[in-house]
């Protein structure tokens, strides 16, 4: 069964540093690609980060660019988010997705495409407040 489940969310003062991790299971990790998602209660989901799978291009949301990193670790099936500078507007549920071929490239053409997401976990909240 596949399974998704992110870790390292919290409370961080502006200006702090959080590293997400999405640690997954039930299905072959390398070659796959990855994001990263955001929602608030009551908004639409926002792509934040996205690492294509055949050749580790990622792609950033205009407003976390130069401050958040996303990056895989094969060995440990694993995928990180580093966030680093983060403001009060980064305050969201972070949720971890992966491409597994079903429908559309979820990471393609510099684009992080939602319906492109096959699976996705059940999120960790962030929250920067002072």
């Known amino acids: 069964q596949v399974q998704l489940v992110e870790s390292g969310g919290g409370l961080v003062q502006p200006g702090g540093s959080l590293r997400l991790s999405c640690s997954a299971a039930g299905f072959t990790f390398d070659s796959k690609s990855y994001g990263w998602f955001r929602q608030v209660p009551g908004k639409e989901r926002v792509g934040v980060s996205c690492i294509r799978g055949s050749d580790d291009t990622t792609y950033y949301l205009d407003s976390v660019k130069g401050r958040f990193t996303i990056s895989r670790d094969n060995a440990k099936n694993t995928v990180y988010l580093q966030m680093s500078n983060l403001k009060p507007e980064d305050t969201a549920v972070y949720y971890c997705?992966?491409?597994?071929?079903?429908?559309?490239?979820?990471?393609?053409?510099?684009?992080?495409?939602?319906?492109?997401?096959?699976?996705w976990g059940r999120g960790t909240l962030v929250t920067v407040s002072a």
């Open positions: 997705a992966v491409d597994l071929g079903r429908n559309q490239d979820m990471c393609v053409n510099g684009q992080f495409v939602l319906n492109g997401m096959d699976w």
